[in-house]
């Protein structure tokens, strides 16, 4: 019987992540994106407007939820990031949820959940498998430094919110050096392969 796998797919800051996701989606596999999710509720017309204005009217600007706002409130309240989380996690997760059952009724092999902090937050209870993106810390770092307005301290916040690369190497499945493009792209290439393969013969 011809099951659905699903790959979550995740990597510290600055470590290809992103690309190893445009990766799969160029190849033909199917990948929901846990930030790209966050956007969509909270744009105009999205689930997220409304749980956002029940607890921070103010962050709702034309329509849509202000990131900036909320940032600016994270900032100065100590527990408004918990308040955030609890209205819009339950929207991500019912987001994903659908997703996963187009996949199941379109017969799908493979699908890819790209989550920025899925060891973080225990997402990877739900998959068949997790692949961690890494790359060498200079590399991590360069990358990070290049962004428009990116800063050392930002760079220092934003790994100190997550877990240490080595512990999610430790923890994965698959792990994928995304140094050199190509080489990167052919090990994807080999692995879809490989994963088709367990989901077809489950």
Known sequence: MKGLFILGLTGSIGMGKSTVAGMFRDAGV???????????LY?????GVAAIAAIRPEAVVEGGVSRPALKAWIAEDAGA?????????PLVGA???AFLARARADGV????LDIPLL?????????????????????????VLARPGMTEADLARFLAKQMPDAEKRARADYVIQSVELEATRQVVLDLIEKLKRQAINA
Request: hydrophobic share 55%; aromatic share 4%; charged share 25%.
């Open 95 to 97: 987001d994903r949820a």
């Open 81 to 89: 990031l918990a308040r955030i989380e609890a209205a819009i996690h």
């Open 43 to 47: 744009a105009p017309g999205g689930a």
């Open 30 to 40: 199917l990948v929901w994106d846990a930030d790209a999710a966050v956007h969509r």
């Open 109 to 112: 092999a493979l699908v890819v």
């Open 119 to 143: 060891f973080e937050g225990g997402a990877e209870r739900g998959m068949d498998a997790v692949l961690v993106v890494t790359a060498p810390a200079d590399l991590q770092r360069a990358r």
